[in-house]
């Protein structure tokens, strides 16, 4: 019987999931460190008319997608001497929407999946980017998919209210697929079956895994600077390893730091000038990858 999309698109399954788990105790995103000197909550890129004539537009404005920009925004008005605050750990996350089938075939049931089960696929040459981040990374980050263990719109509208997105999604390590096309499972967790050849795989739960490392790593004495130049090496030498099915996005990305090193060297000078490069060219990796990066230590 062939498999069924879910109910939802990804992005709304995306929002609420991020947005719990940036709020939990345990990990945040970059960003909102410097969310005082931005003096915005959330900022959106709307063309709705509606909205406009509220305050006395009759047309949408222009502008742009600042997400696209934000770690220039963020850097240039950051002119103060305040100390960063460290952090440890990363965590990238790919968020995938889910197909779903009702009845388990034989070959996954005999490696305990039950009925119904959720898949998702994955893209070789992206796979192949992570997993050389995974490594150049090694016990410094997370990197891992996140798929919902649901398909119905009334239980992703449930599971944001509650909230509990997180504990009801599977969150597969990027080594585990290593040399697969998909992911199968019927429960949240680290439980599944990766294809090609079925592959059994369970584990901690991504929380336990974040607690795990941030305690591992918790003597670390690198800065906040430090840190992101670290990171920033690792996604370029991650773009260098894919291979050449992904020809296309390694210009982009390079063609894109290019430009972040450029445009940086216009307001930037010394430390501040290698911080604002390594941070907008791990930002810029993951708005190609479709990665969201949350990071996990001490924020006070």
Not at 185 to 194: D, N
Request: with cysteine; charged share 20%.
């Amino acid at each position: 019987m062939p498999l069924k999309n879910c109910e939802f698109e990804e992005a709304e399954y995306r929002g609420p999931l991020f947005n719990q788990l940036s709020t939990s105790s345990l990990l945040w995103e970059p960003g909102q460190v410097f969310e005082k000197h931005i003096g915005i909550d959330h900022a959106l890129f709307t063309t709705h008319a509606y909205l406009h004539a509220l305050h006395g537009h009759h047309a949408p404005l222009d502008g742009v997608v600042l997400s696209r920009y934000n770690w220039d925004y963020i850097w240039h008005l950051r002119r103060s001497k305040k100390k960063l605050p460290s952090f440890h750990l990363n965590v990238f996350i790919q968020a995938k929407r889910p197909q779903y089938g009702r009845y388990v075939p034989k070959v996954l049931k005999a490696h305990g999946l039950k009925s119904p089960y959720w898949r998702f696929e994955i893209t070789p040459h992206q796979q192949v980017a992570l997993e050389k981040l995974q490594q150049k990374l090694k016990g410094r980050a997370i990197v891992c998919y996140a798929c919902p263990a649901f398909h119905k719109e009334s239980l992703l509208h449930k599971w944001t209210v509650e909230p509990r997105i997180v504990e009801n999604s599977t969150f597969p390590d990027i080594s585990v697929l290593k040399g697969h096309s998909a992911w199968n499972f019927s429960m949240p967790g680290a439980h599944g079956v990766a294809n090609i050849d079925p592959t059994p795989s369970e584990g901690p739960s991504l929380l336990e895994r974040v607690s795990s490392l941030v305690e591992h790593n918790g003597n670390a004495t690198g800065s906040a600077i430090e840190e992101l130049a670290m990171l920033s090496q690792a996604v370029k030498s991650a773009m260098e390893s894919v291979t050449d099915e992904a020809s296309y996005l390694q210009a982009r990305f390079f063609e894109g730091a290019r430009a972040i090193q450029q445009l940086a060297s216009e307001f930037a000078d010394g430390e501040e000038l290698e911080a604002v490069v390594s941070y907008g060219t791990v930002l810029h990796f993951c708005y190609l990858n479709r990665l969201n990066w949350l990071v996990a230590g001490n924020a006070g």
